[in-house]
């Protein structure tokens, strides 16, 4: 099971930094993405990074504001937010996939159950 954590509130233009991590489960074997699903909207991909932090995708929206980052040793994956817009407001989660980098065409062996973002204007 994964487990985010770092959500809360933050204005326009703030930041945030969200975490992943495991309840005991190795992390440096599986590759890792954040989603994010706005109420009302479908879930969609913010961003993955690959077995051993050295290959990372970015959705274009949020390319140039949002770092993706992971630390095997501290079983963690981190996604900080930067130059945060309203629109970013979305329950974020985290998934992994037993696998050296992520693949958005095949289903995640693991999801967390999501930390709440909220970007006042």
């Known amino acids: 099971q994964l487990i985010e954590s770092g959500g809360g509130l933050a204005q326009a233009g703030g930041s945030l930094r969200l975490s992943c991590t495991t309840n005991?489960?190795?992390?440096?074997?599986?590759?890792v993405a954040w989603f994010r699903q706005a109420p009302g909207k479908e879930r969609e991909f913010v961003a993955h990074?690959?077995?051993?932090?050295?290959?990372?995708v970015y959705a274009d929206s949020v390319k140039g504001r949002f770092t993706i980052s992971r630390d095997n040793a501290a079983n963690t994956v981190d996604l900080q937010l930067d130059r945060l817009k309203p629109e970013d407001t979305a329950a974020y989660y985290c998934?992994?996939?037993?696998?050296?980098?992520?693949?958005?065409?095949?289903?995640?062996?693991?999801w967390g159950r999501g930390t709440q973002v909220a970007i006042s204007p």
């Open positions: 998934a992994a996939q037993g696998r050296f980098y992520y693949s958005l065409s095949a289903g995640a062996d693991y």
């Open positions: 005991g489960r190795a992390f440096d074997t599986y590759a």
């Open positions: 990074i690959g077995r051993n932090g050295d290959y990372k």
